[in-house]
């Protein structure tokens, strides 16, 4: 069984050291002195380590079972959810005033990547709750979050989002599923969605479904669609549990991988319903949760990966085979540990490379959604949008390939179900998918975030990175390793976008030809840029004579890595982007 | 459920068009006529759509059963695989000695692709037995060969191989299974086997393994390892069937993918042996038949890849999702279908450039196997043994990731299992592993490969590629679009062996640092190379008036988008060699 180490230094790391975290002037930033999240950290790194990882193989061998309309979860989940609702996890950054903790978002998401990395599939009960409950934070009136948030943040009552239909994902405007109001106030809802993660199972008293719907009135397309809170149980006017709504679970899916959480087809049959939030506004009710519900998602992409990569550097280091080409390293051995050979420890590099960058961008992209929702800051909303769909799609893009190559490390065992790394790499695939898939990240950035603003938020970035380049310019240690890179990188980036500029505004194949390219690019160099940040942080500890030593060795060691051997992928990518869309639109459809 | 198209047209026109395979010279091709191949072709098409391809996701979801050490095959499987006998298949390209019907192995292989993409896991019972047939023929007695061989090729009995201990796979130097000569010329063999495919089935009355095994007196580690035949039941001196011998299951693995084949843990408790080959040569007489058993890996690399692209491209064309950004493309419908939109199209193109163009790669180093082997040809033996790696590495790695973007267009439904594309991906995902891990074959191709005889084969590839430039550089039709670009990525090939030579002969480690990006750029100059020919083949069929334009319109169409979007890969590649082995060692081992 593949075990996990909650990496509490490296999560404290990038708060402390490199975002300096209580520093930013952020209401409840300040409170994150480095002993408190250390201990909330701490406290966080036990469960995830004792309590799920424990659970992560269960759930995906044993997935979820449907009998008689109700869902099973595997053995042990019902133990490990009490255990999560004791902590009050759930509440860690939510309002106070519904029995959460107001801790910052980013501390959430430092905890999340604990609860991802031991069971991402046991995490998802909890996290589209939190999806959830910020909908209603967000949308709804008075009544309704007195209702229904104390439950749902004290995680007696889960949630769920309803998007999806059997023939429609990302187009929403396709969809079907109705609302007839009543006299009541209520409405009537009625049809069918797919794919509706922990959308029935026996880990909550109740489950609110929120539900995107057509009410009359609204208008074709994405216009007509309203938002509906449906809960599976009615609840009486105080607070009791009522009678059962006509909402029921159709099907459990057969899926690659998050066997644990229950994806569910969910038959809306005439259900009552109470809108949230304004009329024939659900789409954009959706859209302002969705920077929040992507880059958990993002945080997913390089989350799995950390188990992996801690596997199998784990294995790198017991596995004996074959002798290291510089001579013997294990005389008294048969053989020499797998670590040896420098192929091996490519991959193991490009692993730690990119998961360290990415918990970085991570985490700096949260503290933005703090800066954005507890100080209105609109230069951190504008800059999150941006870094949103790179978080996302290139996150999830290279926590799957990462996760690849740590099965790789084992070989043929790698492929055995039992020995778990298979898990890691089932599970991380769906990240590349849902919450938008990756095309569509693609699409959004290139097509609507890159010239939001008259691309106000992407020449902050360009800022950012030159006046981090001009501050430290004079630091040999970081000239040559990682400002020489960064600013090609940088640069190959900026061309990138004049080349979208100067064609793509009058052809707009051009740009979407090249927008996962873009997507690409834009990640590497900001890995490119967090790395710089961190080599920025370790030498300065180092400087100032910190006590681990080794540790700061081996972040600016990695980040030189990553400079060296993966920051140069950007250039490739802007060659594809520049070949523009002649050569990828040339075939006509009928030849495919 | 995913359908199976036979690309017959596509494989004849390789085999006929690119390879110009009945003009090579070599005995057996000249037989190869375009009505004789196509006539073959069309047969096994008919066998791999009708019969074999509505087996693979049966096979996927039944999986193998071990009872009382008996395993039984998926539902299906025994007809199929009496269809696959009565058909000959299986001795397609061996002696007509033993029932075969010596066809050229050039020709086997594009049959094989077919089989491999109808149903990997099922065809893996004919592919080891192929393979230990292989074995036999090269190293077997007279004897051995008709006791054996027709049973064998007729499919009555299937082979294995038999290399991997629990504690060794690729350093067989550690591998514990003992083999003791007995008086009667026999040998008593004691040890266990893993991952052996097709180790137990109930698909043929008898299965001969091929065991690697210690006899005494041969010395340390790889010396000392022999060949032996272990039948399941053995064979009376006129042929009959006689007693069970010493070998049963110990388990069948569950597994990531290929559930339809049977991976055994195979335990030998003083089994009767008999040495194929010389004693204590095992180790050479494996690596006799490794190019043809690497390049059968290579092949499942791009064959799976095939079905996986094909119903991407039925999705692509029937899903409706969103509005082209050119203006709607299906005003009468709701919305467009998803192949109008460019990262869709990005997305199919390099699926079927990578397939086409491995395509080509695979049957010319199978027409080099052929040219070996029947010619007698050394160069052609020095060529495919160099290429060997790159086929089998780069095409696995690169078939498992176009799976992976296959499965992507499928979006949320390509994530259920029922739909097929996941059975795609988990299926492909061994091919990296098994026959030599990828990294091995990186390996092999940096540290022995490159080198061999001086570097002659890799300075004849050079001169066939400088050949083929100065031969058509004043075709104005390849000189801009196929010639430069593979000028460029050539260049890069030459300057990453450059490297080697200065730096990587003094240490080791620098170039096995960059030995899989090194094994990656020789594959990308491979399909440059092959995509030029095929350019070239098709300006040469238009221009002489060829019934199919469209045809040849699109591989010229897809050559051009291989050129310019993937061969520039090579820079980066480049890059990364040359940064060396100091960011790749630089942490030591116990920060890992």
């Known amino acids: 069984m593949p075990s996990y180490k909650a990496p509490t230094a490296d999560l404290l790391y990038v708060l402390h050291d490199v975002l300096r975290i209580s520093e930013t002037g952020v209401p409840g930033h300040d409170d994150l002195d480095r002993e408190t999240a250390a201990a909330i950290l701490d406290e966080a790194g036990r469960l995830a380590e004792k309590v799920l990882a424990p659970l992560n193989p269960v759930g995906d061998s044993e997935g979820c079972r449907l009998e008689n309309g109700v869902v099973h979860t595997p053995a042990g989940f019902t133990d490990a959810f009490a255990a ?55 949308h709804g009136s008075d009544a309704q979050k007195a209702t229904y948030l104390p439950k749902m943040v004290s995680l007696d009552w889960t949630g769920t989002m309803n998007l999806t239909e059997p023939h429609c994902g990302t187009d929403l405007g396709l969809l079907r599923t ?21 959308g029935e199972h026996d880990l909550a008293e109740n489950i609110i479904h929120l539900v995107l719907a057509k009410a009359p009135g ?28 006509a909402v029921s679970v159709g099907k459990v899916e057969r899926k690659m991988g998050i066997h644990g959480n229950a994806t569910c087809v969910m038959n809306y049959d005439g259900a009552t319903g109470w809108l949230l939030g304004d009329l024939h506004k659900g789409m954009r009710n959706m859209f302002t949760m969705m920077n929040e519900a992507r880059l958990g998602v993002g945080l997913q992409g390089y989350s799995v990966a950390v188990p992996a990569y801690q596997n199998a550097a784990a294995y790198a280091r ?13 005389l008294s051995g048969p053989a020499d540990p797998l670590i040896v050979h420098p192929d091996i420890r490519r991959s193991l590099m490009d692993q730690r490379a990119f998961i360290e960058g990415a918990r ?19 230069a951190a909303e504008a800059m999150i949008s941006l870094l949103t769909p790179v978080i996302k799609g290139f996150q999830t893009d290279k926590g799957f390939e990462m996760a690849v190559q740590a099965q790789q490390v084992w070989g043929g065992h790698g492929y055995i179900e039992e020995q778990g790394m298979s ?24 097509a609507r975030k890159l010239a939001a603003d008259n691309g106000k938020a992407m020449l902050a970035f360009f800022d950012m990175v030159k006046a981090f380049i001009n501050e430290n310019d004079g630091n040999p240690a970081l000239a040559t390793d990682f400002l020489l890179p960064l600013k090609a990188a940088s ?61 700061h060795d081996a972040k600016i060691a990695t980040g030189r890595y990553y400079m060296a051997r993966h920051l140069p992928a950007t250039a490739l990518h802007l060659a594809r982007i520049t070949s523009g869309a002649a050569v990828v639109m040339a075939l006509p459809a009928e030849a495919f």
């Not at 959430?108 to 589209?128: K, W």
């Not at 790395?531 to 006590?547: H, T």
């Open 178 to 198: 109705r609302a007839e109001p009543q006299s009541d106030g209520s409405y009537r809802i009625t049809g069918q969605k797919i794919f509706i993660s922990a």
């Open 423 to 446: 898990q890691f790499v089932r599970d991380a695939r769906i990240a590349m998918i849902y919450e938008g898939a990756n095309g569509v990240q693609a699409l959004d950035l290139v």
């Open 318 to 330: 017991d596995r004996l085979q074959g002798r290291a080409a510089t001579g013997p390293a294990n």
């Open 491 to 551: 640069k190959d980036l900026q061309a990138a976008i004049l080349f979208f500029m100067q064609i793509g505004m009058k052809s707009p194949d051009d740009a979407l030809a090249g927008s996962y390219d873009f997507m690409h690019l834009f990640g590497h160099v900001c890995l490119g840029l967090m790395w710089s940040r961190m080599a920025k942080a370790s030498l300065a500890a180092l400087e100032s004579g910190a006590a681990d030593r080794a540790f």
């Open 218 to 245: 609204g208008g074709e397309g994405t216009k007509g669609i309203s938002l509906f809170i449906v809960p599976k149980l009615l609840v009486k006017p105080d607070g009791a549990l009522g009678d059962r709504n």
């Open 84 to 138: 999560m609702k004791d902590g009050g996890w759930n509440g860690l950054d939510l309002p106070e005033a519904y029995g959460g903790q107001n801790m910052p978002y980013v501390l959430a998401t430092a905890v999340g990547e604990m609860f991802v990395s031991a069971n991402m599939a046991f995490n998802m009960y909890q996290g589209l709750t939190h999806g959830a409950i910020s909908a209603i934070l967000a």
């Open 360 to 378: 970085a961008l991570t985490l700096w992209g949260a503290s933005l959604i703090d800066a954005s929702h507890r100080a209105g800051d609109p």
